[in-house]
């Protein structure tokens, strides 16, 4: 399924180790070096911007750029597109731009799509916003399983597919908080799945101190734990609405070109507290490795508070659990170069594992414009 990926690793800032760098036909062992990027990135850059973008990605290292053409806005970085009203650009096509650029240089491009969260739709389609527990639709997250709404998205996947791109990514492919996706259809659907409406509504409630309350933040993950069957159903019925949007989305685009990739970025407790990652986000790592050719868990370990070898456990629990594996690398806010580093080589080390290393295919940066880098071949 894979297209032979480019032989390189690097670490981004200060000393940027470029180890062999080969044409993608020639590299057997091979490992993916990605960054994700904003299309706002490139086009800032001006009229060259994707060839400025993208020779600077080649003399990185860099094998694959996710490029954002639907953020958390809803704005489409696209031309070939029947929607648009929703244009960021009305006159400029980023995405061809960049993977003009891109693929004479040999690297990969995928479309980076922003799925639940989308300020324009839930604004042109209010009915369609995600319902919160106590302050209905305050939010731009999308409910997963309006049927308007899969309909566009897989439209949207569909565009994308025409274009030349090598792959499909997908971020925010899950809830965002368990005190979001409970409308009054919400409660009717989990009725139909066999749950105690009350005891479902008693778990949430206690759990964030709603209706007065006392909060225990840990009491419907207990539950889970401790196997409460109204807990699981909570659980089972989060992730068969985020599995059935992904699986929308990924045929849809497959229906016009069956050969593209498809990734995901994922929050990365599915890889080590299934009861956070399946009530929270409805995202489960067993259901990943049924969607996506490989996942990218965001493992920002200095935000998350993380030692440095935090990556190697995220990246050999993905594994155990089906998932091919391309980790997301911290490189804003208080990381540094040197923390960069080790996570590199632990990453490195591991793709050398007898058990673990055909299942890890390298890493993604997060993101292009919030690092520098220095450059020394040896």
């Given at each position: 399924?894979?297209?032979?990926?480019?032989?390189?690793?690097?670490?981004?800032?200060?000393?940027?180790?470029?180890?062999?760098?080969?044409?993608?036909?020639?590299?057997?062992?091979?490992?993916?070096?990605?960054?994700?990027?904003?299309?706002?990135?490139?086009?800032?850059?001006?009229?060259?911007?994707?060839?400025?973008?993208?020779?600077?990605?080649?003399?990185?290292?860099?094998?694959?750029?996710?490029?954002?053409?639907?953020?958390t806005g809803g704005?489409?970085?696209?031309?070939?597109?029947?929607?648009?009203?929703?244009?960021?650009?009305?006159?400029r096509d980023v995405?061809?731009?960049?993977?003009?650029?891109?693929?004479?240089?040999?690297?990969?491009?995928?479309?980076?799509?922003?799925?639940?969260?989308?300020?324009?739709?839930?604004?042109?389609?209010?009915?369609?916003?995600?319902?919160?527990?106590?302050?209905?639709?305050?939010?731009?997250?999308?409910?997963?399983?309006?049927?308007?709404?899969?309909?566009?998205?897989?439209?949207?996947?569909?565009?994308?597919?025409?274009?030349?791109?090598?792959?499909?990514?997908?971020?925010?492919?899950?809830?965002?908080?368990?005190?979001?996706?409970?409308?009054?259809?919400?409660?009717?659907?989990?009725?139909?799945?066999?749950?105690?409406?009350?005891?479902?509504?008693?778990?949430?409630?206690?759990?964030?101190?709603?209706?007065?309350?006392?909060?225990?933040?840990?009491?419907?993950?207990?539950?889970?734990?401790?196997?409460?069957?109204?807990?699981?159903?909570?659980?089972?019925?989060?992730?068969?609405?985020?599995?059935?949007?992904?699986?929308?989305?990924?045929?849809?685009?497959?229906?016009?070109?069956?050969?593209?990739?498809?990734?995901?970025?994922?929050?990365?407790?599915?890889?080590?507290?299934?009861?956070?990652?399946?009530?929270?986000?409805?995202?489960?790592?067993?259901?990943?490795?049924?969607?996506?050719?490989?996942?990218?868990?965001?493992?920002?370990?200095?935000?998350?508070?993380?030692?440095?070898?935090?990556?190697?456990?995220?990246?050999?629990?993905?594994?155990?659990?089906?998932?091919n594996v391309v980790?997301?690398?911290?490189?804003?806010?208080?990381?540094?170069?040197?923390?960069?580093?080790?996570?590199?080589?632990?990453?490195?080390?591991?793709?050398?594992?007898?058990?673990?290393?055909?299942?890890?295919?390298?890493?993604?940066?997060?993101?292009?414009?919030?690092?520098?880098?220095?450059?020394?071949?040896?």
């Open positions: 399924m894979f297209k032979k990926l480019i032989s390189a690793m690097l670490c981004p800032i200060m000393l940027l180790p470029l180890f062999s760098s080969v044409p993608i036909a020639a590299a057997e062992s091979s490992a993916i070096v990605g960054k994700w990027l904003w299309g706002s990135t490139v086009a800032d850059l001006g009229a060259d911007g994707a060839e400025i973008m993208m020779s600077r990605c080649a003399a990185e290292g860099i094998t694959d750029v996710y490029l954002l053409v639907k953020g704005k489409l970085g696209y031309l070939k597109t029947q929607y648009k009203n929703l244009l960021t650009r009305a006159h995405l061809q731009e960049t993977i003009d650029a891109a693929h004479k240089r040999g690297i990969r491009v995928h479309a980076w799509i922003c799925v639940v969260e989308d300020e324009a739709y839930k604004s042109n389609h209010p009915e369609a916003g995600m319902w919160h527990y106590i302050r209905a639709r305050d939010n731009n997250f999308i409910t997963p399983y309006d049927e308007g709404y899969r309909e566009y998205v897989g439209n949207v996947a569909k565009e994308l597919a025409q274009y030349d791109i090598d792959g499909i990514h997908l971020d925010y492919i899950r809830y965002n908080h368990n005190a979001n996706g409970w409308s009054e259809r919400d409660f009717e659907n989990l009725a139909a799945m066999g749950a105690n409406i009350d005891r479902v509504k008693e778990l949430v409630e206690t759990t964030w101190g709603y209706h007065g309350k006392n909060a225990n933040n840990s009491y419907i993950f207990n539950a889970y734990k401790n196997n409460d069957p109204d807990a699981l159903i909570i659980a089972q019925y989060r992730r068969k609405n985020i599995k059935e949007l992904a699986a929308h989305i990924i045929n849809s685009a497959k229906s016009v070109n069956p050969n593209l990739v498809f990734s995901a970025a994922t929050m990365p407790e599915g890889a080590y507290e299934a009861s956070y990652a399946d009530l929270h986000y409805g995202q489960n790592y067993d259901d990943a490795a049924e969607l996506y050719d490989y996942i990218c868990p965001m493992a920002y370990s200095t935000n998350y508070g993380k030692a440095d070898n935090w990556v190697v456990t995220l990246a050999k629990n993905s594994i155990d659990k089906g998932n980790m997301g690398i911290q490189v804003f806010d208080s990381v540094t170069s040197a923390r960069i580093m080790t996570e590199m080589e632990n990453i490195r080390t591991l793709m050398k594992d007898s058990k673990y290393g055909k299942g890890m295919l390298g890493t993604v940066f997060f993101r292009s414009g919030t690092y520098e880098y220095a450059k020394a071949t040896y």
